[in-house]
């Protein structure tokens, strides 16, 4: 089912609501927002140079460091009394990522998100299990209100506690579950394992990438009956429900009369064409409390304007390769972490789980990848465990054109996380 008239407009009709859309919000964020005002003017760019929707590409960029600078709410262009949710991304370092919301914001998250659980195969029949971690993140009371909206019964199990999650999956009989992919692994091998037989029809997984092994993976615990989709979003764009792939499979979705995605290459900043991969740049032209100004997601992706065979005519951006700053760069080699993701879970004697260990030894960067076998027949014979290791190392050379140390380990003793994994440590930082 399509939720909203706007997901299938014509090209043009987008453009024309998007370029009015832009120019009220660029005035009020010019009119409100003091910072703002001081990065156009130093850029030399005025309001009313924008006449078209490429004349975007002559605004400024807003990064991550702009709002801390401006921590908690100096970038808001509502006042703070007008605000009914505050949210904040947990930054590693120094203080969060601080986010807003009016009570049209909220309107407009709900309606955003209940058009990617639509695209997902959700509905009103639907009884949805949120498993994402309820608190600052924005991921599950987002899913949460959008689920709602569409009539779905929503039990709001939050993350963790993983054998209570599966009773009330059990007794409930939830047909639909909300969590991270690796959060969605997890929850299936404890249900295996506990020999339950879960109802689960739809998965709507995002916050972190899911690979098309990691699907597949997906299938076999949950199901090949199974809806198996992702949706992106970021809490600084609002949260989940920038983008999600509908049942097609062939990119994500942006709800493009909200958010204009730009391509841009992350060391230029220069526009790239449609197709080409670049860096995610987003200009939020509805919200109320936080509308940022192309701001650099730092994802890495492409943009597809073909309109989908399910309908909507909206861009799909493709799943994402990383974030530009995950990128590793090992004896000169860029890699991202989803490359070796795509190598390991193609492999059928190895399971989803793996942590790379990168550090610096005599000067030379090296790259230890620990990766789980799928069962334990393996560990009896040396022979195959060193075959497998060589096939690791191929493939991994094959796709990389690097070398890597692989450790081998038994089943479900790696590491299982109940919101975003970290797999990556890499200790030259
Ligand atoms: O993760 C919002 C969200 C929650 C989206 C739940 C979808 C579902 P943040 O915590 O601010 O917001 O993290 C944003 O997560 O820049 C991406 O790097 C990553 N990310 C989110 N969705 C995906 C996805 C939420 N489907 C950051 N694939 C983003 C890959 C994703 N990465």
Known sequence: MIWAKEETLTRQEMSDLQFNRLKETLNRIYEKVPAYREKMNQAGVA???????????????????????????????????????????????????????????????????????????????????????????????????????????????????????????????????????????????????????????????????????????????????????????????????????????????????????????????????????????????????????RYRTGDITRLFYEPCKCGRTTVRMENLSGRSDDMLIIRGVNVFPSQIEEVLLKIPQIGAHYEILVDRKNHMDTMEISVELADESLLDSYAKLGELEKKIKFDLRTVLGLDAMIKLVGPRSLKRFEGKARRVTDLRK
Request: glycine share 12%; charged share 25%; aromatic share 8%.
């Open 47 to 293: 309001c009313e140079d924008i006449k078209d929707l490429d004349d975007l590409a002559k605004l400024p960029f807003t990064m991550k460091q702009d709002l801390r600078d401006n921590y908690p709410f100096g970038l808001f262009t509502a006042p703070k009394k007008d605000l009914v949710r505050i949210h904040a991304s947990s930054g590693t370092t120094g203080k969060p990522t601080v986010v807003g919301y009016t009570k049209n914001d909220m309107d407009l998250w709900t309606e955003c998100v209940s058009r990617i659980a639509c695209m997902g195969g959700a509905s009103s029949d639907d009884v949805a299990q949120i498993s994402f971690g309820y608190g600052m993140f924005t991921g599950a009371l987002g899913l949460h209100y959008g689920l709602e909206n569409i009539g779905a019964s929503v039990v709001p199990a939050s993350s963790g506690n993983t054998q209570k999650q599966i009773m009330y999956m059990e007794d409930f009989e939830a047909t639909l579950l909300v969590a991270t992919p690796s959060y969605a692994l997890h929850i299936g091998e404890i249900a295996k394992e506990m020999g339950k037989k879960l109802n689960i029809k739809i998965g709507l997984f995002g916050g972190e990438g899911m690979t098309e092994p990691m699907r597949e993976e997906m299938y076999k615990l949950f199901g090949r009956e199974m809806k198996v989709t992702q949706n992106y979003g970021m809490s600084e764009l609002i949260g989940p429900g920038v983008s999600g792939e509908c049942l097609e499979l062939c990119g994500m979705h942006i709800n493009e009369d909200h958010f204009i995605p730009e391509i841009i290459n992350p060391d230029t900043g220069e526009v790239l064409a449609a197709g080409e991969k670049g860096e995610l740049v987003v200009t939020c032209i509805t919200k109320e409390a936080l509308p940022l100004i």
